[in-house]
T-cell receptor, first 110, second 117 residues
Framework: EDKVVQSPLSLVVHEGDTVTLNCSYE??????LLWYKQEKKAPTFLFMLTSSGIEKKSGRLSSILDKKELFSILNITATQTGDSAVYLCAVRSGNTPLVFGKGTRLSVIA | KAGVTQTPRYLIKTRGQQVTLSCSPI?????VSWYQQTPGQGLQFLFEYFSETQRNKGNFPGRFSGRQFSNSRSEMNVSTLELGDSALYLC????FGSGTGAKDEQYFGPGTRLTVT
């Protein structure tokens, strides 16, 4: 059974800190890994990583994929209170639906 | 482009009733997936539709059903509601869904918060 595990489950940091969120996976036929940010409502898409795109960056957020070690990290630099959210990692294997991890709850305090 | 829309946004029902939720995908997207989100279980896949055909189904009882129309809009139905069905129901659209295609990005709607009393 495909599995996605995120760590830590929750994290509290101060504004300005840098954080690293982890996502490890076990799937039979890896196709893509996606990161989402969920505040009070729907998850919003952040990045998609595939075999042909193992590193993505957007402003203070960046993500890398290690296909050999089967994990991805999401980095947020110079955190702000607006970064407080649950960050979800999802993996697609072959033609099956996305499998989501339980998420990491990030709290950024001023 | 308009995003994914879901209606209604909030719903309160009593045990034993049935409910229908609606989702309109992003224009041009042909795949719609439904998820149930609860604090304990996280995001769990319900089903996926592509071009009016159910492509994948999650591990939920037969009380949960869905369909997709020719304009890609989708509905899901839950019959004989139970207290445990209280959850946020999310719909997500993508170009191809789990089918072959480089565009795997899936975009979520705001969700329908269902409370069963």
């Amino acid at each position: 059974e495909d599995k996605v595990v995120q760590s830590p489950l929750s994290l509290v940091v101060h504004e300005g800190d840098t954080v690293t969120l982890n996502c490890s996976y076990e799937v039979t036929n890896f196709r893509s890994l996606l990161w989402y940010k969920q505040e009070k409502k729907a998850p919003t898409f952040l990045f998609m990583l595939t075999s042909s795109g193992i590193e993505k960056k957007s402003g203070r957020l960046s993500s890398i994929l290690d296909k050999k070690e089967l994990f991805s990290i999401l980095n947020i630099t110079a955190t702000q209170t607006g970064d407080s959210a649950v960050y979800l990692c999802a993996v697609r294997s072959g033609n099956t639906p996305l499998v989501f991890g339980k998420g990491t709850r990030l709290s950024v305090i001023a | 482009k308009a995003g994914v829309t879901q209606t209604p946004r909030y719903l309160i029902k009593t045990r034993g009733q049935q409910v229908t939720l609606s989702c309109s995908p992003i224009s041009g997207h042909r795949s719609v997936s439904w998820y149930q989100q609860t604090p304990g279980q996280g995001l769990q896949f319900l089903f996926e539709y592509f071009s009016e055909t159910q492509r994948n189904k999650g591990n939920f009882p037969g009380r949960f059903s869905g369909r997709q129309f020719s304009n890609s809009r989708s509905e899901m139905n839950v019959s004989t509601l139970e207290l445990g069905d209280s959850a946020l129901y999310l719909c997500a659209s993508s170009l191809f869904g789990s089918g072959t295609g480089a565009k795997d990005e899936q975009y979520f709607g705001p969700g329908t918060r269902l409370t069963v009393t």
